[in-house]
């Protein structure tokens, strides 16, 4: 069956950086869009970062430009999300997800995806 196994998230002061890894297995990666999206308590989730099948393409919201890098390795079947200069109101569980890549990317973005991992814990200190 299709896993998505997200790792590397952790407690880190604001200002502090972490990556965010996400292995995935089960499916033909590279037949996916790849995504992250996050979610704080009593709050809905939220897109944070996608990158196309072919990584021609990223896509971030808002909150995190310039201070998100996306990137993918085929080879390894893994997603990567870089977050630098890191601020309290980061703090969420962040998913990766996994799109089909015959879907627009706008619509994985709005948790069109066909599969989620478990998340990871990223909490940010002031």
């Known amino acids: 069956q299709v896993q998505l196994v997200e790792s590397g998230g952790g407690l880190v002061q604001a200002g502090g950086s972490l990556r965010l890894s996400c292995v995935a297995s089960?499916?033909?990666?590279?037949?996916?869009?790849m995504g992250w999206f996050r979610q704080a308590p009593g709050k809905e989730s939220e897109f944070v970062s996608a990158i196309s099948w072919s990584a021609d393409n990223t896509y971030y919201a808002d909150s995190g430009k310039g201070r998100f890098t996306i990137s993918r390795d085929n080879g390894k079947n893994t997603v990567y999300l870089q977050m630098s200069s890191l601020k309290p109101e980061d703090s969420a569980v962040y998913y990766c997800?996994?799109?089909?890549?015959?879907?627009?990317?706008?619509?994985?973005?709005?948790?069109?995806?066909?599969?989620r991992g478990q998340g990871t814990q990223v909490t940010v200190s002031s």
């Open positions: 089960g499916l033909t990666f590279n037949n996916y869009h």
């Open positions: 997800t996994a799109c089909a890549r015959a879907k627009a990317i706008i619509y994985c973005r709005a948790r069109g995806y066909d599969y």
